[in-house]
């Protein structure tokens, strides 16, 4: 017997379209789309820490790749498709009018970035958030406290906020505000408007400040506090939020003719991918799941009688039902990790691109081949190479803040730095600081975690790098001095949305159960070399000196210029 649901997953480049048999966890058909406006740059500006997203990008990708996975299926796949379930990157709000719909979606915003889905990784929100931290702490409830008692650029309010000081036209259209991974079951199940949508309790709780002890969101007086341009906000908002077993509803006739679906398919309400992608990796108490991609999200779940009261700092928040329902979701992250690699990627062959390109010793086509080879193989060959490289406690040292901190203690104002650098320095020696560099930053949340009385007996690591970079998990699981296992599927992400697709169809009875049907386990598992653990243990070391030489530099800088 075969009972099929859908998981889509919107990653940062593209958008992931998994069919799932929900009795098996049998992989049927998948697809991937990129967005194509983000692939051409638009709407960014890397330079200010800008980056959005069109809506568009993220229908149209979602719509190409569900249809065609469901061409790669079995013939008569699609009417039996029960349930679908969404993840997306997080916190990506984007502001909206009474009915719910994304300023540029209107005509007169089609092109504004400030109208656009405002991508997790946009930093320009810095000085609302310092503001947001400073007022929590001094007002008699502090409602970051659940957030790890430091409110972060990369998240919802102090995005909103920065876009409705900055762009008058914007302010004056803006009734409310939306998360991507709300935005989407809304649209698909016509339920859009602000104060009605089924909203995420994973968003709400680790984004928004949101928690039932002080009634959901921040009240009034404390947004107008913070500015009175967020006057009226609350009451177009939420007091409710969601987990994502919960059916928000079915499709719409239009969304079911456009996708190629009945309109009998249950939408389970969204959440943030590593969220799921934990559940997809089948996360259970005391397994830290790292999510690896670009950035890298911690998570982990606690039953209530464990964590009782107890709150964790510096941490992106600890909230109840955010990952499995009945359970309190831990998440931390690193602001930067796969970007380290790519960025030094980047660094090395800016020759090749700016200098090639001229040469008269080849033509167009020749060139533009070499262009591609060499950067195909870059990391690949800087792995090998770094392999080589013997662990000493003499080695270069980096921290991981080229993206700034996310955990432990978010500071993205943060930048990166290198000590131990000679003339003797290669590239590969380079490039292996700088896999080490996010190493130590994985440790260092670990440690953050079991300081306060969360203990980690294993390590679960799913994303692109667990599955292509042998060299970066084993020095992970070094550094870490604990095996670190690779989850079996490719893309966990959108498993776990599909997990929760069928929880809304009534197929499996809880996560519990779903997990079992559908997981699909491990595919490898790196043990660490104790030697080389004892010597990283003493680079560590180092690392946490350099962390707080860079951090105190920082401040001290910062507090000549105020």
């Known amino acids: 017997m075969s009972k099929y649901v859908i998981g889509v997953d919107f990653g940062t480049d593209s958008c992931r379209a998994l069919i799932v048999n929900a009795l098996t966890g049998e992989e049927v058909a998948s697809s991937v ?62 502001l909206t009018d009474a009915d719910g719909t994304p300023l540029s979606l209107l005509d007169e915003f089609s092109d504004n970035p400030n109208a656009m889905f405002i991508l997790w990784k946009d930093h320009t929100a810095i000085e609302e958030a310092d503001e947001i931290n400073r007022l929590a702490k001094k007002w008699h409830t502090d409602y ?129 991918d590593c969220h799921m992608g934990a559940v997809g990796a089948q996360i259970t108490p005391n397994t830290l799941v790292k999510v690896i991609g670009t950035s890298t999200c911690d998570i982990m779940v606690t039953p209530y009688d464990e964590i009782g009261k107890n709150l964790i700092p510096g941490i992106c928040g600890q909230v109840d039902g955010s990952v499995v329902p009945d359970m309190v979701g831990l998440e931390a992250g690193q602001s930067a990790f796969g970007d380290l690699f790519a960025w030094f990627r980047q660094m090395l062959a800016w020759p090749l691109r700016n200098i090639l390109p001229e040469s008269d010793l080849a033509d167009k086509k020749v060139k533009q081949q070499l262009i591609e080879n060499i950067m195909d193989n870059i990391l690949p060959f800087l792995s090998e190479e770094a392999q080589k490289i013997p662990v000493t406690e003499s080695a ?60 980690i007996l294993e390590v679960v690591a799913i994303g692109g790098i667990s599955h292509k970079s042998p060299f970066v998990m084993q020095v992970l699981a070094d550094v870490m001095g604990m095996p670190v296992k690779v989850a079996r599927p490719s893309q966990c992400c959108a498993l776990g949305a599909a997990m929760f697709g069928a929880l809304a169809a009534g197929i499996h009875e809880n996560t519990s159960t779903a997990q079992q049907a559908m997981g699909q386990g491990f595919s490898k598992t790196y043990y660490p070399d104790n030697s080389a653990h004892n010597v990283y243990m003493n680079l560590y070391l180092k690392y946490c000196q350099l962390v707080e030489f860079t951090e105190s530099a920082y401040n001290n800088n910062l507090n000549d210029s105020l």
């Open 144 to 272: 970051t406290a659940y957030e790890g008692a430091i409110y972060s650029s990369e998240w919802v309010w102090a995005k909103a906020l920065h876009i409705l000081r900055e762009d008058e036209i914007i302010r004056k259209a803006a009734y409310s505000w939306v998360e991507h991974c709300d935005w989407i079951p809304a649209i698909l199940t016509g339920k859009t408007k602000p104060e009605t949508m089924f909203r995420s309790r994973c968003a709400a709780g680790h984004k928004a400040m949101w928690h039932p002890s002080w009634d959901g969101l921040p009240p009034e007086e404390f947004l107008t506090e913070l500015d009175p341009l967020l006057a009226g906000f609350r009451s177009r908002l939420f007091s409710e939020t969601y987990t994502s077993d919960t059916l928000v509803g079915h499709l719409t006739p239009e969304w079911a003719f456009r996708l190629g679906l009945s309109t009998k398919v249950a939408v389970a309400v969204g959440a943030f």
């Open 33 to 94: 789309k990129s967005y194509r406006r983000w692939g051409e740059g638009l709407y960014c500006d890397p330079a200010k820490n800008q980056y959005r997203q069109h809506p568009l990008d993220y229908t149209e990708a979602m719509e190409e790749a569900i249809k065609e996975a469901i061409s790669m299926a079995p013939s008569g796949i699609a009417g039996e498709i029960e349930g679908i379930g969404f993840d997306t990157t997080g916190s990506t709000p984007v």
């Open 396 to 455: 270069i040292v980096a921290t991981d803040w080229l993206n700034g901190r996310r955990t432990p203690d978010a500071n993205q104002r943060l930048k990166a730095t290198i000590m131990g650098l000679s003339l003797g320095s290669t590239p590969p020696m380079v490039f292996r600081a700088l896999v080490e560099a996010a190493a130590f930053g994985a440790k260092a949340i670990a440690d953050r975690f079991m300081e306060n009385g969360v203990d």
